[in-house]
């Protein structure tokens, strides 16, 4: 069986919810990624922060980056899976809330992150194809 922690990009790192999109954004090129998991004071997720939020949602509406929380883009309820959960958990979570990236969680502790990228090791052609194709269908 092959779980999300075999298949995840281990070692994802948190943004705190009080830390900046500039210091985001800084984080996010340090660590070559394209998304952060955000953590409440206790380190548990309470959103995840893309670099497309930072630019359509704060940069490409007239706000200052520096000025503008991790917080306040979190939006929804966050997504995450068990690092034991099998592959095809993996891929009905991501499908059914047309997510690109999803974090894995181990003993309430963030070990790891999900993305295309991830997938498409371990996934035949005919899979990538019909997984891609499901979550960017229209809502």
Same mark, same amino acid.
């Given at each position: ?36 998991? /955000? @953590?409440?004071?206790? &380190?548990?997720?309470? $959103?995840?922060?893309?670099? *497309?939020?930072? %630019? ?15 917080h306040e883009m979190a939006k ?10 099998? /592959? @095809?958990?993996?891929? &009905?979570?991501?499908? $059914?809330?047309?997510?690109? *990236?999803?974090? %894995? ?35």
């Amino acid at each position: 069986m092959t779980t999300a922690g075999d298949i995840m990009h281990p070692g994802a790192q948190w943004i705190p919810e009080d830390a900046t999109l500039d210091r985001a954004a800084q984080l996010m090129r340090e660590l070559d990624v394209g998304a952060l998991p /955000i @953590s409440d004071a206790n &380190e548990r997720l309470c $959103g995840i922060l893309t670099d *497309r939020d930072i %630019v359509v949602g704060c940069v490409a509406m007239g706000h200052d980056p520096s000025q503008v929380t991790a917080h306040e883009m979190a939006k929804g309820t966050p997504r995450w899976i068990d690092a034991g959960a099998d /592959i @095809s958990e993996v891929l &009905e979570e991501m499908r $059914g809330h047309q997510i690109r *990236r999803l974090p %894995v969680i181990e003993n309430k502790r963030l070990v790891g992150m999900i993305s295309e990228a991830d997938l498409a090791g371990h996934l035949t052609d005919d899979q990538m194809a019909d997984w891609t194709e499901s979550i960017t269908a229209q809502r």
